[in-house]
């Protein structure tokens, strides 16, 4: 009998110290959750220091070739003469196939061929090509273009608890953390769910937001549900993994660790001598 009881302690000890399914369950509350309407999805915009590769194409490429970045149109496929503008920026990364793009300068303009200085800040990347192709043909430039646009080297970055942290590039107007979260391979079970920062700065101002993963109302209804680039996605370890980092990061030499050791054995001796 004494031993069973022995047994007993030593079991509940050691189940304290795990993890509980509803400490890591997402969406806990989902089945009770009244459907509605879905909010529109936020898509990613234009920022100031984003890069972007425009290419224009139409039935006469050497008329639409003298609106591409020659570097740009290679990378598309599409291999068009070099047209040069003064002011147009102009940039090649040599560790990316020799891209060339458009950099947004602090105002939130590019400098476009023929066209000269576009405000692009603030605008999707389907706005920002109907605005061009708008422009192109008010001016009797091209009637029949077609704008394609793509960011280059736009991410955002995941910290902390998860599998496979670092910055994720966005291939895709809309990222939900959900998204964000499967690209780094998911929280590790020592992540904190109910306590996800994700830091943004917008126009100049930084903003913080706690998701708490568990809370599927909460997740979805946050500003922070649709990441813009260069997001800051931080997984705080839970209480079971802050513990096992004092101390030289060994637990076992804790003195929380030594005081929960203490206590069972005291215990144990206690039912020993009864």
Known sequence: MKLTAVWALFLAAVLSSCSTPKSVTYFQDIDTIVTEAQTKAASIKVQPEDKLMILVTSKDPEMSSIFNLSVA?????????????????????????????????????????????????????SELAGYIKGELAGRGLL?????????????????????????????????????????????????????????????????????DLTNAQQVMNSPAYYLQQNDVVYVEPNSVRKRQTTVNGNNV????????????????????VK
């Open 73 to 125: 149109s290679s990378r598309l496929g599409q291999v068009t003469h070099t047209y040069k503008r003064d002011g147009a920026s102009l940039s090649t990364n040599s560790t990316s196939d020799n891209m060339g793009y458009y950099t947004v300068n602090e105002a939130g303009n590019i400098e476009f061929p023929v066209l000269g200085s576009l405000h692009v800040a603030g605008m999707t990347r």
């Open 253 to 272: 030499l804790s003195a929380s660790f030594w005081v929960s050791v203490a206590s069972l054995l005291t215990s144990i001796a206690v039912l020993i």
């Open 143 to 211: 009637k029949d273009a077609v704008v394609t646009i793509e960011f280059v080297n736009t991410g955002v970055n995941i910290l902390g608890e998860v599998s496979s942290p670092g910055r994720y590039t966005i291939n895709r107007d809309r990222l939900t953390i959900l998204d964000a979260l499967a690209l780094a391979g998911d929280l590790t079970i020592q992540g904190q769910r109910e306590n996800v920062l994700v830091i943004r700065e917008e126009n100049g101002k930084r903003s913080t937001y706690r998701l």
